[in-house]
C-alpha cells in the first residue's frame, strides 16, 4: 500500500486521507479534459487532412467581381488582380435586439 504523511505545517496528522491501494491512481494523474479543447467531446481532434475549410465570399473592390478565398490563400482578386476585397454579407438572418 501506498502512503503519504502530510506535513507537520497542516497541523494533525489524518494519513489515511493520503493512503490508497496500488491499484488505485491519485485524481491529479488523470488528464483533465477542458470543454474549450479542440475536436469533438471525448477529446479526440481530428486529423488535418480530415479538416473541411471552407472558402469565404468576398468581392473585388477594382472589378466587383465575387471571389472565393479559403484561410491561407494570398488576398488577391482572381480576374483583375487587385488587392483590396470586401467580405460579402451572408445570406443568414441576424437579428439584433
Same mark, same amino acid.
Request: aromatic share 8%.
Given at each position: 500500500? #501506498?502512503?503519504?504523511?502530510?506535513?507537520?505545517?497542516?497541523?494533525?496528522?489524518?494519513?489515511?486521507? #493520503?493512503?490508497?491501494?496500488?491499484?488505485?491512481?491519485?485524481?491529479?494523474?488523470?488528464?483533465?479534459?477542458?470543454? #474549450?479543447?479542440? /475536436?469533438?467531446?471525448?477529446?479526440?481532434?481530428?486529423?488535418?487532412?480530415?479538416?473541411?475549410?471552407?472558402?469565404?465570399? #468576398?468581392?473585388?473592390?477594382?472589378? /466587383?467581381?465575387?471571389?472565393?478565398?479559403?484561410?491561407?490563400?494570398?488576398?488577391?482578386?482572381?480576374?483583375?488582380?487587385?488587392?483590396?476585397?470586401?467580405?460579402?454579407?451572408?445570406?443568414?438572418?441576424?437579428?439584433?435586439?
Amino acid at each position: 500500500a #501506498y502512503s503519504a504523511q502530510a506535513p507537520s505545517s497542516f497541523g494533525g496528522s489524518p494519513a489515511s486521507a #493520503y493512503s490508497m491501494t496500488p491499484d488505485q491512481t491519485p485524481a491529479s494523474s488523470t488528464p483533465a479534459v477542458s470543454p #474549450y479543447a479542440a /475536436g469533438p467531446v471525448g477529446g479526440v481532434a481530428p486529423r488535418p487532412e480530415q479538416i473541411q475549410v471552407q472558402a469565404s465570399k #468576398y468581392l473585388c473592390g477594382d472589378c /466587383g467581381k465575387s471571389n472565393q478565398i479559403k484561410p491561407r490563400d494570398p488576398i488577391r482578386c482572381r480576374d483583375c488582380g487587385y488587392r483590396i476585397m470586401y467580405k460579402a454579407r451572408t445570406k443568414r438572418l441576424i437579428q439584433f435586439e
